[in-house]
């Protein structure tokens, strides 16, 4: 693969631009008003999180996860009518469904085990809430013997675990344009990250790994690269050695929405695409290496989306990794680095 194009499905974008993904990075002070340890990324308290954790943490093993449904409304999974009536008293929507978390996260546990083997590159799986099952993502044309023996495999852990075909395999999203550029390649910036009086570029890991030194497209100094975390992880920071302004625009905390959320991908290819959140937690085993808890969306992304800013209204959520690509239909499946993760590996918050 030529590294001008790395990963030709999504490239990443330049600071300055219009499509400047310049997510301001700034500390969420807790209710307290305390200041924040160094190193901690408080998440904002979105709306059902905290009735989502009780029902799920006095359910246990009698729940199978929570979503949103098209009208907003908190549904949680549930094994029995027993446990379906807690739910209903809480005042959530109760849905019950034949897998409990349990053996659910167990069949996750066994193919994370088989990620990078024969036959996972180009596969992505994670627990779906929605489908009650662990779901793999094949595409269309991995027909080879080394897919079929996976997939066999994966069948063999039961109807906890369901094949779904996708148009093709998640790639990357890296290439030429305009955004933050470092050696012929461009990629997206997530957000703007912030410690002790010091900003920081946060992308996604695949483009810091290509390079160390960040240009805007006009050719102004953006800074140099500080980490890289990927495979395993997709996300790098870029400390600020130049005079370009670095700016969040309307983002002003982190958080985790439910699945179901409607949220928008901001990139400098396709600028800002909508749809929901289908899941976390998702491991994709790019060519390059597997990534682990990944978000799942139906955003499209495109080369030169990489490194870019997923958010549902002020709520930062997550750094653009990968997806489909080739053109923004229905069915399409995009993939992203949490964002709070990466501010914490660093020791960073979100600047206002």
Known sequence: MNRGEHLKGVVPPLLGAAALIAVSVSAIAPASAQPQEAGTVRLAQLPHNALADQLTGRLGGRQAGTYLDGAGNLVVNVTSEAAAQQVRASGAKARVVKHGIAPL?????????????????????????????????????????????????????????????????????????????????????????????????????????????????????????????????????????????????????????????????????????????????????????????????????QPGDSGGSLQSGSTAIGITSGGTTGSCRSGFQSYFQPLDEALQSQGLTLKR
Not at 105 to 125: F, N, Q, Y
Not at 158 to 168: E, S, Y
Request: glycine share 14%.
């Open 105 to 301: 996260t167990a069949s996750m546990t066994k193919l994370d085990r088989l990620a990078g083997t024969d036959g996972t590159v180009g596969l992505a799986w994670g627990v779906d809430v929605i489908s009650n099952a662990v779901v793999i993502s094949v595409p269309q044309g991995d027909n080879d013997a080394a897919t079929k023996a996976f997939v066999k495999r994966a069948r063999a852990l039961g109807d906890t675990v369901q094949i779904k075909r996708v148009a093709a395999a998640p790639r990357l999203t890296l290439g030429p344009g305009e955004a933050i550029l470092t050696g012929g390649s461009r990629c997206s910036v997530s957000a703007i990250g912030a410690s002790g009086g010091t900003e920081y570029v946060v992308t996604a890991g695949h483009c810091t790994n290509i390079g160390s030194t960040w240009t805007t497209s006009g050719g102004q100094t953006v800074g140099t690269r500080q980490a890289s975390s990927f495979p395993g992880n997709d996300y790098g920071t870029i400390r600020k050695t130049g005079s370009v302004s670095l700016t969040n625009a309307q983002l002003t905390q982190v958080g985790k929405p439910q699945a179901g959320t409607q949220i928008q991908k901001k990139g400098s290819t396709t600028g800002t695409t909508s749809g929901t959140i289908r899941g976390y937690n998702r491991t994709v085993n790019y060519q390059e290496g597997a990534v682990s808890g990944l978000i799942e969306t139906t955003a499209c992304v």
